[in-house]
RNA sequence: GUGAGCGUAGCUCAGCUGGUGGUAGCACCGGGUUGUGGCCUCGGAGGUCGUGGGUUCAAGUCCCAUCGCUCACCCCA
């Protein structure tokens, strides 16, 4: 019995990196553009970190996490979410005498032990994005619209649904009259949402199910509830995305998973890739840095998750993104192989991309290989190349070929193929 | 955690009411072209039919168990 990756642990192939490369290179090439740098942070954490930020009562802490005690006896946990590493680290290092607003990004790896489904994986990828140190409404809205931006250059479609959370001073009264109106009619909701009803009441406005929708048509709204400068940002945020032409759409029963969000809520929503829909989300986390010991600092976020963006990209696009070779350099027997080897190094040394043959293949197959490769070029050295001191060099899109003289000083020939190819 | 579906070549899959594993497609190797790719054509190689048990003269096919995968619920990126 063979070994197999763990369940919901894939393998990316050389097949589909290429889509990867391509969705991390145009994110990160806007992140720059709106003033975003990078960090790294660890994957693992103090299991703590995560309990305290995301929140005890959430599905990702109470079932998802991928917790484990280490040799040293202490609780770590593999991030389930970006968010809470990257505020440590910002509090940890001190972040904030860098200015007073930092923007920051990272990539990479988060886990979370689900049932796999598609779209769904315990290994996933995220870029993720934060905005610590203002609570401008603009703020928001940048945000928004460069996530917005992000899509349209990788060339995918998805809705943009905003709310309102509130803050610490709205919230509390709106959950009290949601939970007045829940238990009015406590008879008429499903199982879950009886639970909800008293340990995550917001959660309710999410249900699937169509017979409670039906009830929460007449629920209180979040957004009747907001305190004056709730209200305020929220209409600014509105205003400000149409001013910069993103369309979006009001959800007022948008609710997120995690339980440090305030104000502004976000999700980018697709109906192409089955249930999981959701292929990017975030929102304003204004207590989160204060909770977690630092300056009384507000904060905005939001990830993009790299499998689904991958999935509607492959799904457009049959393109192939693999890289292309400059040269393909075909040899015939064995002397020629061994005068190609050394040249083949020599060419790459002048940073051209080059492959042959090692196998001793027929020539067919080398033309072959060349061709699967994408060689621009392809230079055919055999016995009469070596005694002529000339070699055919083919352009493979034109399928034309001219004869290249071979300088007898070996040392030369791999500048001079190198001008040749330059040339065209 | 709950439910459903599916495990046959490296990949995608045919295989009817049990009766000798498919000239199937893609990919791979070779020939047609004594040294020229993509297209075409001919040939070749490649399998414990997921695993274990049961029924039967006979099981890829039926039954049971088990492992794995997938999709959905839930949750979320």
Redesign the pocket.
């Known amino acids: 019995?063979s070994i197999?990756a763990l369940?919901g642990f894939k393998d990316i192939l050389p097949d589909e990196v290429g889509h990867w490369q391509f969705i991390e290179q145009t994110a990160r090439k806007i992140f720059h553009r709106y003033g975003f740098e990078e960090i790294r942070v660890p994957i693992l954490e103090k299991t703590e970190l995560f309990v305290r930020t995301i929140g005890e009562s959430?599905?990702?802490v109470e079932k998802?996490m991928y917790t484990f005690v280490d040799r040293n006896g202490s609780s770590i946990t593999m991030r389930p979410?970006g968010t809470a590493s990257v505020i440590r680290s910002y509090i940890d290092n001190g972040l904030y005498v860098r200015g007073s607003v930092q923007r920051l990004y990272t990539i990479g790896p988060m886990f979370?032990h689900?049932?796999?489904?598609?779209?769904?994986?315990r290994q996933?990828h995220?870029m993720s994005v934060e905005v610590l140190g203002s609570n401008r409404a603009t703020i928001d809205t940048e945000v928004m619209a460069m996530a917005w931006q992000i899509l349209q250059e990788i060339g995918l479609q998805a809705s943009l649904e905003i709310n309102s959370l509130g803050c610490a001073a709205c919230r509390p009264s709106f959950k009290e009259a949601l939970q007045t109106f829940l238990q009015e009619r406590i008879q008429h909701l499903c199982e879950?949402c009886r639970r909800r009803s008293s340990s995550n009441p917001l959660?309710v406005l999410?249900?699937?199910?169509e017979h409670c929708q039906a009830q929460y048509t007449s629920a209180p709204s979040i957004l009747d509830h907001l305190c004056e400068g709730c209200s305020q940002h929220f209409a600014e945020v509105k205003q400000t995305l149409s001013q910069l032409d993103v369309p979006f759409a009001v959800n007022a029963k948008m609710?997120?998973?995690?339980d440090y969000y305030t104000r502004t809520t976000f999700?980018?929503i697709t109906t192409e890739l089955?249930?999981?829909?959701?292929?990017?989300?975030g929102g304003r986390y204004d207590g989160l840095v204060r909770q977690l010991g630092g300056p009384e600092v507000p904060g905005i976020g939001f990830?993009?998750?790299m499998?689904?963006l991958v999935m509607l990209l492959s799904q457009k696009s049959r393109q192939d993104l693999g890289p292309s070779l400059d040269l393909f350099l075909i040899t015939?027997g064995e002397k020629a192989y061994e005068k190609g080897f050394v040249l083949l190094q020599k060419l790459r040394a002048l940073g051209l991309g080059a492959m042959m043959d090692h196998e001793g293949?027929?020539?067919?197959?080398q033309?072959?290989q060349?061709?699967?490769q994408k060689a621009d070029f392809?230079l055919?050295l055999?016995?009469?190349?070596l005694t002529n001191l000339e070699a055919?060099l083919?352009d493979?899109?034109s399928?034309e070929?001219e004869l290249v003289e071979l300088p007898p000083a070996f040392e030369d020939w791999a500048s001079s193929i190198k001008t040749k190819i330059r040339q065209k």
């Open positions: 019995m197999k369940k959430t599905d990702i998802e979410e979370r689900e049932r796999p489904q598609k779209g769904r994986l996933f995220q879950d959660r999410d249900c699937k199910s609710v997120r998973g995690l999700e980018l089955g249930s999981q829909g959701a292929i990017g989300a990830a993009l998750g499998e689904r015939l293949r027929s020539m067919k197959n033309m072959k060349a061709d699967k392809v055919i055999g016995e009469n190349e055919p083919k493979m899109r399928g070929q």
